[in-house]
């Protein structure tokens, strides 16, 4: 219920977003490690941060004179994972990520218009390296059996901000003047994640899982963007 009321949220924005002329709407598969919520010697337990799908939706502009590129973005992101202890472990990430996309091989290129239109080497043009600070609102939701009581779960909620790092890399395939396709690889670091209850799971082998840990996180998606504007000059900052 709450992925599909997110996904409602998402469309309203999308159905808005032709007012703002230059948008992008994306879409990434992730994989996590937090080291220290691991149980170290423990082939049974697994990291409670699960794999999964992540999308977001942002708003692009560039600069004058140069290619470095802003994609202030908004991205929602749900994992969730289930060990063999019968230990539920759900996330839920809600972030703000200001994407800045660097064309190193054409930074002082003049290409005002779309990939597809764009003349020279395909490579040359489209490729870059992004560089994306965020700020995320996490939502830690985790459940578990007591021995004393195994029919009654405990069931603890809590919530956080965080703050991350992400690199990546990319490339704008033109499909049309209007429709540019990215696929995006990228690593991001959450240097300090604190999930409170962690430390409330029956212990693994006389271990505690701590409760504050770093998250790495990799991913591989692709985005769309759509440029409403062309035909007109492009806004340009």
Known sequence: MRMKKIGLLLS????????????????AFRLHHAPRWIHEG???S????GSGFAIGIDYWWRLKNYRLEFLPELN???????NDFDQKFSNSLYSLFLN???????????????????????LKKGFFVQIS???????????????????????????????????????????????????????????AMNW??????????????EEKSPLWQLSAGARVGLR??????????
């Open 12 to 27: 309203l924005l999308w159905c808005a977003v032709p007012a703002f002329s230059q948008v992008g709407i994306n879409g």
């Open 42 to 44: 423990s082939t049974a």
């Open 46 to 49: 697994v990291s409670p941060v």
């Open 76 to 82: 929602v992101g749900r994992y969730r994972q289930h």
């Open 100 to 122: 800045t996309n660097w064309y190193l091989f054409d930074f002082k290129g003049d290409c005002n218009c779309p990939t597809f239109s764009k003349q020279g080497e395909f």
């Open 133 to 191: 600070p965020g700020l995320s609102f996490v939502q830690y939701e985790l459940s578990f059996n007591e021995e004393t009581a195994p029919d009654k779960p405990v069931e603890l909620n809590s919530e956080g901000l965080a703050f991350s790092l992400g690199l990546g890399a990319g490339l704008d395939i033109g499909v049309t003047d209007l429709i540019t396709v990215t696929p995006i690889l990228g690593l991001r670091y959450y240097p």
């Open 196 to 209: 409170p209850g962690l430390s409330q799971l029956p212990p693994v082998n006389d271990a505690v899982l």
């Open 228 to 237: 409403f504007d062309y035909g007109n000059r492009r806004r340009r900052w």
